[in-house]
């Protein structure tokens, strides 16, 4: 009942109210972890429940953490008009009416106007989707993206709990993701599509075997079409592919997304600059790039995220290379843990890492024997600190603590697994002796 007020309590609060936010968040959090890890904890069955009825009651309310859904309806409105979203921006369409009729109203409730998309087509297609049922009846968006959030978060437990069969560990963990305090506010509460991205990766995972190949690279490719960050982990798929079936699966998910990316865009070029954003202008809630940006301010006297940025991307890509290296060169190696690790270094190396990011590494978490992301779940919500009072101002103190604690943890979690090996090995060889 704690929980379930809580999470509740969380959809009504706004965003400028962090002091009130993070109390209560906390509470949640901390009733999740007595409901998951105790041992009196919540069975399975009655778990699943109580995440859906509290994915239902987020439907009575709108999203204040975020106002992302609203270039959702700007770019389902121009498809919808014949116009790319990637061909103008928002703020070059509303000075030339002669080209597209675009809603002002709307336009003024927009993040960034002066942005092209940032969203691949398959989140296109479905703003357009959408845009077709609703028009411009924002409370219509909002339910539409809900309820497609509802089931992209089930499709994700499904895909979990296919899983975890295989790998033979417990079912009970599917309880990390689905009550979850983080994930059900940004996913379904505040309506972030990285769900679509995550139910892809993990189905063409369930169906990477050599009959299944086709339907596997289907998914992968909608994953990738849904936040081209899986592109990354198309080297990590499970070993039972290599080195003939990952080059085929390889070929065909990179193939379909490529084709369907240049049929959806064309010759609209706007996604480039998108793209180059995210490594050349966007900040938020980073780690070693704050860090590598205070010595440029110390340097050179101005930001230098345009050099920072790529260097940072380049480097994390190289030391991807080398953890592939080792992926493929260990018998045993587990892919789930691989790709846990390789989008944690990206992260850690981003320009930007926005709260619901860490879904992708928490539905990872609970197919390896890794406990950090959950950690990391709750820590992550201190950057909701930066829109205390209504502005924008980012609180390093709190950035910081959230990243020692995080590292902290995670060295910690090395140390109790090694010993963990380590005893478990010592009682096997006295088992054995006996």
Not at 143 to 161: E, G, M, N, P, Q
Not at 385 to 404: D, K, M
Not at 416 to 428: D, K, Q, V
Request: hydrophobic content about 55%; glycine content about 6%.
């Amino acid at each position: 009942m704690i929980w379930l007020l809580a999470i509740t309590w969380l959809h009504t609060i706004d965003r400028t109210e962090f002091n009130v936010l993070w109390a209560v968040y906390s509470l949640a959090f901390a009733s999740y972890a007595w409901l998951v890890f105790s041992k009196n904890g919540i069975g399975i069955m009655y778990g699943l429940g109580l995440a859906l009825l509290t994915r239902m009651l987020s439907l009575l309310f709108e999203p204040l953490l975020s106002d992302d859904y609203y270039r959702y309806i700007w770019d389902g409105m121009v498809m919808h008009g014949g116009i790319h979203p990637m061909a103008y921006t928002p703020s070059f369409l509303i000075q030339h009416p002669e080209i597209i009729a675009v809603n002002a109203q709307l336009f003024s409730l927009l993040n960034s106007s002066d942005y092209f998309s940032v969203y691949p087509p398959v989140a296109q297609w479905i703003f357009q989707l959408s845009f077709t049922i609703n028009d411009l009846n924002i409370s219509g968006h909002i339910l539409f993206y809900k309820i497609l959030l509802i089931c992209t978060d089930a499709l994700i437990v499904f895909f979990l709990y296919r899983l975890l069969i295989l790998k033979k560990l417990m079912i009970n963990r599917l309880l990390w993701f689905a009550l979850n305090p983080l994930i059900i506010l940004e996913f379904t509460g505040n309506l972030h599509m990285d769900g679509l991205m995550i139910a892809g990766l993990l189905g063409a995972v369930l169906l990477s075997g050599k009959k299944t190949m086709f339907w596997s690279s289907m998914l992968m490719a909608t994953s990738i079409l849904s936040k081209m960050l899986t592109l990354i982990l198309i080297p990590f798929m499970p070993k039972k592919l290599y080195w003939k079936n990952i080059t085929v699966f390889s070929v065909l998910s990179v193939g379909i997304s490529v084709l369907v990316f240049m049929w959806s865009f064309g010759s609209n070029t706007g996604w480039m600059n998108s793209i180059r954003l995210w490594f050349t202008s966007f900040e938020f809630n980073a780690s070693l790039y704050y860090l590598l940006r205070s010595i440029g301010y110390l340097t050179k006297g101005y930001n230098t995220i345009e050099i920072i940025g790529p260097l940072l991307l380049f480097t994390a890509l190289v030391v991807i290379c080398i953890l592939w290296w080792k992926y493929i060169r260990k018998t045993n190696a587990d892919w789930a843990q691989a790709m846990l690790f390789v989008m944690t270094l990206y992260f850690l190396m981003s320009t930007t890492v926005h709260p619901w990011y860490v879904g992708l590494l928490l539905s990872l978490s609970v197919l390896s024997l890794h406990i950090y992301p959950v950690i990391w779940t709750y820590l992550i919500f201190l950057s909701y600190s930066h829109y205390e009072g209504g502005g924008f101002v980012e609180n390093y103190p709190l950035i910081a603590t959230e990243y020692l604690l995080l590292i902290f943890w995670m060295v910690m979690e090395r140390r109790w697994r090694r010993h963990h090996i380590a005893s478990a090995n010592i009682s096997f060889i006295r088992s054995d002796l006996k």
